[in-house]
Structures are given as structure tokens and as C-alpha cells.
């Protein structure tokens, strides 16, 4: 199994090498009233010419009574919220931003809007206009997804509880089951990682050295190798 998840992380290496558009994080953790603002968020074209770039957002993980809705600016050109998934600029239609050989755009922001509880999971594709397959993706985790009673099962729970919380030098997870192999990452609440661990197969508890991690809220993501995903808000003090 190790050398499933060394082979993958070389595979996700080149794929990344070989990509036009790359992007400051890959996955950003919202709460109500939270926001990625201007200036917050980098998207990058590693290309030596120019490149048009065109914005797909796709809910993966979305409960039809929830309301959520997302909306996005690119500079001074904003979208109303939606809740379906939509497409931004396309051959057609004037690309949402446009980046010279080598150069950034910094210029955009997200906002999710809702009144309920559930959560979402959001995709979101930035394109070359040119070359749709040229793509990065961020995923947007809009407070904790209630998969079990979303549309989708994309996101598919795995079960496991992580005491105490708050927490400060250690913390305990605990599995409900114990024969995969899983990856324990840590992000902070802009979506920068903070820590990744491998923990063994067969392991139902794991003791986690948390105290190089400054105070603050994180977020923990557990991935089994089946592709199962969970994730946790965690406060340390």
C-alpha cells in the first residue's frame, strides 16, 4: 500500500507539472459568513503565452433544502448566486479573466449564501478557454456536508471521532473500522495545509502530535484508500 500512495503522489506530480493553470490551494473550508476576498487567492499561468480562463462550478455535494448558492467575482465582473452548476465564459463568450505568459491573477473572490445547516461541497474548474481538459480545481467545503441526506454521495463518509475538542499537544481519533489505510490531512480556515500523516491499515485509534500547530481553528480530513472523505472542525487552544 505504500507504494500505492508513493505512485500516486508521483502521478499527481506530473499531472500538476504539466498543467497551464495551477492554484494558490486546492480546497478551502468556509463557515457561514465567510468569504475568499480579493487578494486572497492566487491563479497562476505557467504557460509561456497568454491564456483565456473560463470558471466551471459544480455542487458535489449539495442538499436540495439547504439553499445554498455561490457567487463569484472576477475583478469588477460579478455573477449572481447560483445553485446549479454553471459555466463562465465559455468559447463563445469573453473569458472571466485572462492571464499573460507567466503571470497571476489574484483578482477573485467566492461567497457562499445560505440560511440552513446542512453544508455543501462545491467544485470549482478554472480552464484554458482553448483547452478545456487544461484545468486546476479548488474545492469549496462550505461549513460540514450532511452527505446522508444530500443529492450526492461523492464525499462519502468515513466514521471516526477526534478527542478531546478543543484540544492543545495531543488528540485521539478514533475509527469505526480499522482495515484501510488512510491519510489524516490538517488544514487551516483558508485551506492552506498545515500537516499530513499516513496511518497504517489495520489502526481503529490514532494519537496525533498536534503541538507545533498554533492556536487557532483547523479543519481535519481523513481519506481512506477507497476514496471514502471526512471532515472535522478542530479548535486548538
Known amino acids: ?5 508513493t505512485l500516486l503522489f508521483t502521478l499527481i506530480v506530473v499531472a500538476v507539472s504539466a ?10 473550508y468556509l463557515r457561514h459568513g465567510d468569504k475568499i476576498d480579493y487578494g486572497t487567492f492566487l491563479i497562476t499561468n505557467n504557460a509561456g503565452s497568454q491564456v483565456d480562463i473560463d470558471c466551471t462550478i459544480r455542487p458535489m455535494c449539495y442538499n436540495p433544502d439547504d ?3 455561490i457567487a463569484i467575482c472576477f475583478g469588477t465582473l460579478c455573477f449572481s448566486p447560483v445553485n446549479v452548476e454553471t459555466t463562465y465564459g465559455e468559447l463563445t463568450m469573453e473569458p472571466v479573466t485572462t492571464i499573460g505568459a507567466g503571470g497571476e491573477d489574484n483578482t477573485f ?3 457562499a449564501f445560505s440560511g440552513q445547516k446542512y453544508g455543501t461541497v462545491w467544485e470549482v474548474d478554472f480552464f484554458d478557454q482553448a483547452n478545456p481538459t487544461d484545468k486546476a480545481t479548488l474545492v469549496v467545503y462550505f461549513d460540514v456536508c450532511d452527505a446522508s441526506s444530500s443529492t450526492s ?7 471516526f ?3 478531546p475538542n478543543p484540544a ?11 482495515n484501510t489505510q488512510r491519510v ?9 495545509l498545515q500537516d499530513s500523516e499516513i496511518i497504517s491499515t489495520g489502526a481503529f485509534t490514532h494519537r496525533k502530535d498536534i503541538s507545533k500547530l498554533t492556536s487557532g481553528n483547523y479543519f481535519l480530513q481523513v481519506i481512506s484508500n477507497d476514496g471514502a472523505t471526512s471532515v472535522k472542525k478542530l479548535i486548538i487552544k
Not at 500500500?1 to 500512495?5: P, T
Not at 498543467?19 to 478551502?28: E, G, K, M, Y
Not at 489524516?184 to 492552506?192: C, D, E, P, R, V
Open 184 to 192: 489524516l490531512n490538517i488544514y487551516n480556515t483558508i485551506g492552506q
Open 153 to 159: 454521495d461523492i464525499y462519502e463518509k468515513v466514521n
Open 161 to 163: 471521532t477526534a478527542s
Open 19 to 28: 498543467q497551464t493553470i495551477s492554484l494558490s490551494a486546492d480546497t478551502i
Open 109 to 111: 473572490k467566492l461567497e
Open 1 to 5: 500500500m505504500k507504494k500505492f500512495f
Open 168 to 178: 492543545s499537544d495531543f488528540l485521539n481519533l478514533t475509527f469505526e473500522k480499522g
Open 67 to 69: 439553499d445554498t448558492s
